[in-house]
């Protein structure tokens, strides 16, 4: 079990996991019911609503994920949460009109599941089950198997409509966002919809309090912060994909030693290049390694202080133009990094995976 975490199964190829706080949704249920003398067939009634409950919620985040694999998106895992699920596509879809089609996917799930389940009232008209409700009290609504069904047709319904509210990061302000992009791109349509999302979180708070609803309040927090990463996820990605090494005014200062120099000369060079790796060159004066802040620790330099940097050194390095936007760098998947200049090939810079994080986080946010 990974972070609370239960890996239940791999359906079609997708990991299905539960969070374990989902056994609050038991409690709750079962809470109103202790002390009752039927305590135990309510509980078993309650929780097999919960799992029809979440199978359908299940359902809907394979609509989302096997929608997406028609698009060639992947999708790396379906968690369930007590407030509903999330389908962890691999990234967005290239076009705006393929995210419509995945958003729309999971509520069009419930409101078949819905029509599917309406079949019940060809054999249990509705005056009948209502003289029913009404005769066996409001309270276990669930407890009755004549009702289960009609319950989980409603929800099912609710399900559905409440998906569709445009707060992003909720099927509805996917829906919205896909539509705004289409006229003014992925990070301005992502801004208004979250934005939106951010003002109906703030609602499902203020109504929480009103109602007294942690579930309500819980949903605007998971709102709220959800939009706000996604709204980063989404500049960042826009960055990457549209920014050059070239383009980046600060680059991080080349610091060149030679094979023959020693540890000594490399910790010396590496305080005043303010921790940055370390290009090292061979007589030719072509790049031969990197050695990296974390390969010079003070007891190693001590130890060793005359030791020739060659003998420290990583051989394995990707080369890089700086013409090429900064998400080719991630999607080399190398650990070191050297950037070229792109008309003379000379080196400008040298990275390793934490620098270039700490380019990227410098850059994106000027
Ligand atoms: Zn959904």
């Known amino acids: 079990m ?7 199964g791999t359906i079609t190829g997708i990991p299905v996991k539960v969070h374990i706080s989902f056994v609050l949704v038991f409690l709750i249920f079962a809470f109103p019911n202790i002390g009752l003398d039927e305590f ?23 609509g989302h994920a096997l929608t997406a694999r028609r698009y060639g998106v992947g999708t790396r895992e379906i968690v369930l949460l007590p407030i509903g699920g999330l389908a962890m596509l691999e990234h967005l879809p290239e076009k705006p009109v393929q995210e419509l089609v995945i958003a ?12 599917v389940l309406s079949a019940y009232f060809l054999f249990y008209p509705v005056d009948q089950l209502i003289a029913y409700a009404n005769r066996f009290g409001p309270a276990p609504i669930f407890a009755h198997p004549l009702l289960i069904i009609p319950v989980l047709m409603l929800t099912n ?36 919809a979250t934005g939106l999302g951010q003002i109906f979180a703030a609602g499902f708070v203020a109504l929480a309090f009103y109602t007294s609803s942690v579930l309500v309040g819980i ?18 990605t826009d960055f990457l994909k549209s920014t050059s090494f070239s383009q980046i005014a600060h680059l991080p200062p080349l610091i060149v030693l030679y094979e023959e120099q020693t540890v000594s000369d490399a910790a010396e060079a590496m305080l005043q290049g303010q921790d940055w790796p370390i ?4 007589g030719q004066g072509s790049p031969a390694g990197v050695i990296e802040p974390v390969q010079l620790q003070p007891e190693m330099v001590q130890s060793n202080p005359e030791a020739p940097v060659r003998s420290l050194m990583n051989t394995q390095f990707a080369v890089l133009n ?15 990094l050297l950037v070229l200049h792109k008309s003379d090939h000379s080196p400008i810079c040298v990275l390793n995976r934490a620098s270039l994080t700490r380019l990227i986080a410098e850059s994106s946010n000027a």
């Open 40 to 62: 135990w067939r309510l509980f078993l009634w309650d929780s097999l609503f919960v799992l029809l409950l979440f199978s359908c919620v299940l359902l809907h985040e394979f």
């Open 2 to 8: 990974r972070s609370g975490v239960w890996h239940i």
């Open 322 to 336: 700086e013409s090429v936007p900064l998400q080719a760098a991630i999607d080399s998947g190398a650990r070191l």
């Open 279 to 282: 290009l090292v060159q061979d």
């Open 104 to 115: 729309l996917a999971g509520p069009a799930v419930n409101f078949v599941i819905a029509l």
């Open 219 to 236: 949903i605007g927090l998971f709102i709220f912060f959800a939009a706000r990463r996604e709204l980063k996820v989404v500049r960042t």
């Open 157 to 192: 319904l609710m399900l559905g409509v409440f998906n569709l509210i445009p707060a992003f990061p909720m099927d509805g302000g996917r829906v919205l966002r896909a539509l705004l992009a289409i006229r003014v791109g992925r990070v301005n349509a992502t801004r208004i």
